[in-house]
Structures are given as structure tokens and as C-alpha cells.
């Protein structure tokens, strides 16, 4: 009884066992092939990774404009804006940038920012915008003076550094040229004056003014006040309002005026009615505001001398 329940026991073991050995093999089988799949798409992952490091395209750089930041008498801010496209499917980085301004082929000021880092997306673009200051006292010496230039020609050439997997740091040249505005003041002249009806009551005036812009872009005057004087009295003052110029032009501006015989007074009147000449002078002070808005200039004064002839 004893001897049959061992064999029983035996039997029954070795069929378990066998059973869950069966069991247990397509269990190991299925895990075999999913870790065979998931190290094949690692695999493929990385060698399209690797694909994409070697098949690395070459991006672009430009100088997509030039634009003002700030302008004065004295010197002019240029704002350099610098476009970089990626056409590779990895993001990239700008490492540095290094331009030069050139008037005249002389090197007048530089860009250099070897450490200014720039991420430019995958299939993307990414700009950035450097500043460079001209003063407009180098420039007159690089020149040879300034005359009355209103604008120079200037260059801008360098290179952008960019980060290139496998192909390390890689130089993209980049170039542009535009003209630099040279503001000035405007300018205010006699072009006549003219003396008429001379009598015991006064007399009256006609002041002719040339109101000149000598600048490639255009400017108004908001107002324009002026004092006329001769032999040391004033004649007559007033103001003009909203005078616009465009670019180059100049506008003659004619002024009537009454004097009276008080403000004439009797030497000069004597003067005047016997046809002597008598010098004049016109003072003022204008508000100028230019069509560039980085441009605020100070009102300007203005003073101006002309012979007066009884006619």
C-alpha cells in the first residue's frame, strides 16, 4: 500500500512539473520576443538619430535689415537684425557673432559676441537683434569731413558661428549694405524783406523767409516764432505754425507786417523816408519735428541779417 502511494506521488509530481514546464515556455517565448522588438527599435531609433547626425544640412544666415535705435547730432544707433533658418530636423545653436561696419573702407566700430548663444529650432528660424553706435565726428574723419552730406553709404560684413552636430562649429559669412541718414537742423534765411508806404503812421514790411530741410526724410515745424529788429528796436515778432517740409525742399515763407511809427521810431523813420539802407535782423526760435521718430531734437534758434531798402 505503501510502495503503490510512493509511485502515486511520483507520478503525480513529475506530471505536475511537466505541466507547468509546458506551461511555462510560450510565457518565456512571448517576453524573448518583446524584448527582442523593444531592443530592435532602439536600435533603429538610434540609427536614425545617427542618420540624422550625419545627414546634417547646412543652415542659413542673413542681415535681414538695419533699422534705427536712436539718432542725434551727434551720433546714430544702428539696430542689426540677423536671421538664422534651420532646415534640419534637430534644434541647433548659434555660437557667436563677429561683424564689422565699414565706411568708406574704414573699419568704424564692431560686433564681436563670441559667447551670444542662439537656439534655433528644427525646420525653423530664430533672429536676433545687435546694436552698434556711430559717431558721426569718426565718421566726418574717416571721410574727410562731412560737408553737408546728408546721409553716407556704410557696409556691414562678418560671419555667425553655429553649432553643428558631428561637423562641429561651422562659419556662415553674412554681408549688407544701406545708407546711414545724417540729420541736420533746418535752415532759415532772409530771401527778401521790403519796406513800403512810409508815412507818419508807420509803415508796413513784407519779410521773406527760405525755410530750407536739408535732410533725405521729411520734417515739420510746429511753430516758428520770429523777432525783426533795426538799429537796436524791434519792428514787429509773430509765429507761424505747422509748416511741413519733405525731403530736400525748401519753402519761401512770406511775412506781412505792420510797424508803427512808436516801434519804428523817429531816427530810423528819418532813415527809411530818405531812402537810406538799413541792416535787419530776424531772431527766432523753431520746434522741429522730424518724420524719423528716434529723432527728438532741442528747439533751435536762428538768427539772420539783411539790408533793407525802401521800395
Not at 525653423?124 to 553716407?152: R, W
Not at 522741429?288 to 539783411?306: H, S
Amino acid at each position: 500500500m505503501f510502495a503503490f502511494h510512493s509511485r502515486f506521488a511520483f507520478h503525480s509530481r513529475f506530471a505536475f512539473h511537466s505541466r507547468l514546464a509546458f506551461r511555462s515556455r510560450p510565457a518565456i517565448a512571448r517576453q524573448l520576443v518583446t524584448a527582442a522588438l523593444v531592443m530592435s527599435a532602439t536600435v533603429m531609433s538610434g540609427c536614425a538619430s545617427l542618420k540624422q547626425m550625419i545627414d546634417v544640412q547646412k543652415p542659413t544666415a542673413s542681415v535681414a535689415g538695419v533699422s534705427l535705435g536712436d539718432l542725434s547730432l551727434d551720433q546714430a544707433t544702428l539696430l542689426v537684425d540677423v536671421a538664422i533658418a534651420n532646415p534640419n530636423p534637430f534644434t541647433l545653436d548659434a555660437a557667436g557673432f563677429d561683424l564689422d561696419l565699414t565706411i568708406a573702407g574704414q573699419q568704424l566700430a564692431s560686433i564681436a559676441q563670441p559667447d551670444a548663444a542662439v537656439s534655433v529650432p528644427a525646420k525653423g528660424n530664430n533672429s536676433i537683434q545687435l546694436p552698434v553706435t556711430l559717431k558721426f565726428s569718426e565718421i566726418a574723419a574717416a571721410i574727410g569731413g562731412l560737408g553737408s552730406k546728408n546721409s553716407v553709404d556704410y557696409a556691414l560684413d562678418g560671419n555667425i558661428t553655429m553649432n553643428l552636430p558631428v561637423l562641429g562649429d561651422i562659419s556662415l559669412p553674412v554681408s549688407f549694405a544701406d545708407m546711414l541718414p545724417i540729420p541736420q537742423l533746418p535752415k532759415i534765411s532772409f530771401s527778401d524783406v521790403s519796406l513800403s508806404d512810409v508815412s507818419w503812421s508807420g509803415a508796413k514790411l513784407k519779410v521773406d523767409l527760405d525755410v530750407s530741410n536739408p535732410n533725405i526724410f521729411g520734417l515739420d515745424l510746429n511753430t516758428l516764432a520770429y523777432n525783426l529788429e533795426a538799429e537796436g528796436k524791434s519792428l514787429g515778432s509773430g509765429s507761424l505754425e505747422g509748416v511741413k517740409l519733405e525731403k530736400g525742399q525748401t519753402q519761401t515763407l512770406s511775412i506781412p507786417m505792420d510797424v508803427s511809427l512808436t516801434n519804428l521810431g523817429i531816427s530810423l523813420f528819418r532813415m527809411l523816408s530818405g531812402g537810406e539802407a538799413v541792416d535787419i535782423g530776424l531772431s527766432g526760435k523753431a520746434d522741429v519735428a522730424p518724420d524719423i521718430g528716434v529723432w527728438k531734437p532741442e528747439p533751435m534758434t536762428f538768427e539772420a541779417k539783411r539790408t533793407l531798402n525802401q521800395k
